[in-house]
């Protein structure tokens, strides 16, 4: 079974960044559809990024296009999530996940519901 767990959260200002990491064990390859979600206390968790390896399409949610970068490293089978210009609304738990799938991530890449594997969360806040 494939496990998932981020690191690389912390406390930043606004406009700094951080890059978080979801290190997966077991091999993911290709078929997998990846993601990054987050939520923050009071609100339900959205996603904000999808990559599928086998189509190189990659997905973000409106509020982190030009912001957020997300890219894998297969060599590491690591997961990335590099966030430039933070807000103080993208303070959250950010959660790694995946799914196995021949058909990529799709339209559909934001329904938490679509994944099976999730990490245990890394906390992410922007002070202003």
């Known amino acids: 079974q494939v496990q998932l767990v981020e690191s690389g959260g912390g406390s930043v200002q606004a406009g700094g960044s951080l890059r978080l990491s979801c290190v997966a064990s077991g091999y993911i390859d290709n078929r997998y559809c990846m993601g990054w979600f987050r939520q923050a206390p009071g609100k339900e968790r959205e996603g904000v990024a999808s990559?599928?390896?086998?189509?190189?399409?990659?997905n973000y949610v409106d509020s982190v296009k030009g912001r957020f970068t997300i890219y894998r490293d297969n060599a590491k089978n690591t997961l990335y999530l590099q966030m430039t210009s933070l807000k103080p609304d993208d303070t959250a738990m950010y959660y790694c996940?995946?799914?196995?799938?021949?058909?990529?991530?799709?339209?559909?890449?934001?329904?938490?519901?679509?994944?099976?594997?999730w990490g245990q969360g890394t906390q992410v806040t922007v002070s202003s």
């Open positions: 996940a995946a799914v196995t799938t021949f058909y990529g991530c799709g339209g559909t890449w934001y329904i938490e519901s679509n994944y099976g594997r």
């Open positions: 990559m599928t390896p086998r189509f190189g399409t990659i």
